[in-house]
């Protein structure tokens, strides 16, 4: 019995390397958990190991932040400083991250429509925020309808406190949009 394709193509008296599979051999995948298994047991002692298993620093490694700071400076042209950036794993961790520290259930979140499916589920039934939908053209969110929808909702907002300082927010994706892949032009940016 062949537990691959691979088992199956280099059981015969001639190997077939087959390039549609997309997977490593089975030969491969075992030289390569011998070298992970090298690696781990020269990079962690028996007295490191624990180490492993400590969640790292909250704000992420610090070495990294200082080069992301450099290199948003550089590209932002303005002082970008390590000490305000937090490291997460993408965009939904930073957006349940933010969402939980800054605001609290109830609090409003203006979105463009369409907006991307995972931030709206997020937002309105993880936080629990009341989302608004703002209208968007080809080029991205209409900034004069959020102007229009943030004055039609502000008796809505909560007065901001020292732990929860905002009651409202904006999401969107102003650089490749989903879903839409818009480009917000500079001038709305800006405004």
Request: with cysteine; net charge negative; aromatic share 10%.
């Amino acid at each position: 019995m062949f537990s691959t394709q691979f088992d199956r193509l280099e059981s015969g008296p001639e190997r077939i390397y087959s390039l549609k599979a997309g997977a490593p051999s089975t030969r491969l995948r075992q030289k390569c958990a011998e070298l992970v298994q090298k690696a781990t047991l020269s990079l962690h002692k028996l007295e490191q190991l624990p180490d492993a298993f400590m969640y790292g620093a909250e704000p992420g490694p610090a070495l990294f932040r200082l080069e992301l700071a450099k290199f948003l400076t550089e590209q932002y042209a303005d002082t970008v400083n390590h000490e305000d950036l937090w490291v997460n794993a993408g965009a939904s961790q930073g957006l349940a991250f933010l969402g939980s520290v800054l605001f609290q259930p109830g609090d409003v979140a203006f979105v463009e429509e369409p907006t991307y499916f995972v931030a709206l589920r997020a937002l309105r039934d993880d936080l629990g925020m009341k989302v608004i939908g703002v209208p968007s053209d080809k080029d991205g969110i209409i900034v004069d309808e959020l102007e229009k929808l943030m004055m039609e909702h502000s008796n809505e907002l909560r007065p901001p406190t020292d732990k929860k300082p905002y009651s409202a927010m904006l999401y969107c994706v102003p650089t490749f949009n989903n879903p839409t892949g818009s480009y917000l032009p500079e001038e709305r940016c800006k405004k």
